[in-house]
Antibody, heavy 117, light 105 residues
């Protein structure tokens, strides 16, 4: 069973940068798939942020592209996201998941609560 | 590509058949997935590529459609099916989720 676990800051000040990591167990990132980030503001729906392949190929949401970067460390079997210039509108639960470009998101992390205040 | 789900909310009885709809602003071929999000939980993949049930998903869930119009059907609704259901498309341009349909008893 593939497992994902998000970690990072829970509270970020406005204008600062959010850094989150996703550790993956029971599957090697170097073996394929895209790996993505999705967020969900309180009481609202899901919003795609972006995804990355172990070859380094990345795709980002057009609305967040200017503020987001996703990277991967295959040796550590984890991938990460940075989001700059945060505002209160970025308060959300941030999920990492396996899938994206070629596949649906079939495995999800439990979610990381991030508050911008 | 914008995905529109309707209705926003469905109030149904246990044992009923439920039909949820998802319409795309342009064709997504069959690259459409459905997710279930129970209260307080993360999303769970139910259906991939419009009609393929994910591993472990009960057979009462089924998906259909192609192009721009898709349907998720839940037969014999059970209390544990109370959730918000999201559709999601993927294409070369990126990925989008629908706004969700809430199913309540």
């Amino acid at each position: 069973q593939v497992q994902l676990h998000e970690s990072g800051q829970g509270l970020v000040r406005p204008s600062e940068t959010l850094s989150l990591s996703c550790s993956v167990s029971n599957f090697s990132l170097g073996h394929g798939y895209f790996w993505g980030w999705i967020r969900q503001p309180p009481g609202r729906g899901l919003e795609w942020i972006g995804h990355i392949h172990h070859t380094g190929t990345t795709y980002y949401s057009s609305s967040l592209r200017s503020r987001v970067s996703i990277s991967m460390d295959v040796a550590k079997n984890q991938f990460s996201m940075k989001m700059t210039s945060l505002t209160a509108a970025d308060t959300a639960v941030y999920y990492c998941a396996r899938g994206g470009y070629n596949d649906p998101y079939d495995y999800w992390g439990q979610g990381a609560h991030v508050t911008v205040s | 590509i914008v995905l529109t789900q309707f209705p926003d909310t469905l109030s149904v009885s246990v044992g009923e058949r439920v039909t949820l709809s998802c319409r795309a602003s342009k064709t997504v071929r069959n690259y459409l997935a459905w997710y279930q999000q129970r209260p307080g939980q993360g999303p769970r993949l139910l259906i991939s590529d419009a009609s393929y049930r994910a591993t472990g998903v009960p057979s009462r869930f089924s998906g259909s459609g192609s192009g721009t119009d898709f349907t998720l059907t839940i037969n014999n609704l059970e209390p544990e099916d109370v959730a918000v259901y999201y559709c999601q498309q993927r294409n070369y341009d990126g990925l989008t989720f629908g706004g969700g349909t809430k199913v309540e008893i």
